[in-house]
């Protein structure tokens, strides 16, 4: 099945600063999602974005399907930004997502 | 905006006892998944539902598992005798359609085995 890795494992930032995480997938994906695990536990979606480039307030997601990859920009962090960030791509012929292990965010005020 | 419900938030069961979670899906998808997260962990695949059938599943959904969708609303998974690394988060998930749609997910049902 498709392997989905992301970088950096762990990020801390200063309140307001920028940053950009990395998703690496090994085949062709007919969905990938990025979510935001809260500290309760909760996944939120971000994106859906198998390819092409989207905007949503402080946040933006890029994915380049033919070089498999996708990146999730934050800008001007904030506290309430902490938490999990998760990738997630499912490849043709299967309806499963795989996760990639995630990059934990620490915004720092 | 419609959301995935999953009930309870939070279950307590002795091991062996079964357990069953419980989830409606956004009323006019047609695909279901369920999917765990140990503590600390990633989340992982456990199954997907179609047409009142699996579609495709993981090598974690084992005998013990099992899925049904016994209304036009509801959508269960059955654990049949808890053992302790069964203590995860469960996320009920649906779509309405498979490849290129998004997948939403419940807020999910944590799940602690005694």
């Known amino acids: 099945g498709i392997q989905v890795e992301q970088s950096p494992p762990d990020l801390i930032l200063q309140e307001g600063a920028n940053s950009t995480l990395r998703c690496n997938f090994s085949?062709?994906?007919?969905?990938l999602q990025w979510f935001h695990q809260n500290p309760w536990g909760q996944l939120i979606n971000l994106f859906y974005i198998p390819s092409g480039t989207k905007q949503n307030g402080r946040l933006s997601a890029t994915t380049v399907a033919t070089e498999r990859y996708s990146l999730l920009y934050i800008s001007s962090s904030q506290t309430t930004d902490s938490g999990v960030y998760f990738c997630?791509?499912?490849?043709?012929?299967?309806?499963?997502?795989?996760f990639g292990k995630g990059t934990k965010l620490s915004v720092i005020p | 905006e419609p959301e995935v419900t999953q009930t309870p938030s939070h279950q307590v069961t002795q091991m062996g006892q079964e357990v069953i979670l419980r989830c409606v899906p956004i009323s006019n998808h047609l695909y279901f998944y369920w999917y765990r997260q140990i503590l600390g962990q990633k989340v992982e695949f456990l199954v997907s539902?179609?047409?009142?059938?699996?579609?495709?599943k993981s090598e974690i959904f084992d005998d013990q598992f099992s899925v049904e969708r016994p209304d036009g609303s509801n959508f269960t998974l059955k654990i049949r005798s808890t053992k302790l690394e069964d203590s995860a988060m469960y996320f009920c998930?649906?779509?309405?359609?498979?490849?290129?749609?998004?997948?939403?997910f419940g807020d999910g049902t944590r799940l602690s085995i005694l």
């Open positions: 997630a791509a499912s490849g043709a012929g299967s309806y499963q997502l795989t």
């Open positions: 998930a649906s779509s309405a359609g498979t490849g290129y749609q998004p997948q939403h």
């Open positions: 085949d062709s994906v007919n969905n």
């Open positions: 539902f179609y047409n009142n059938e699996i579609s495709e």
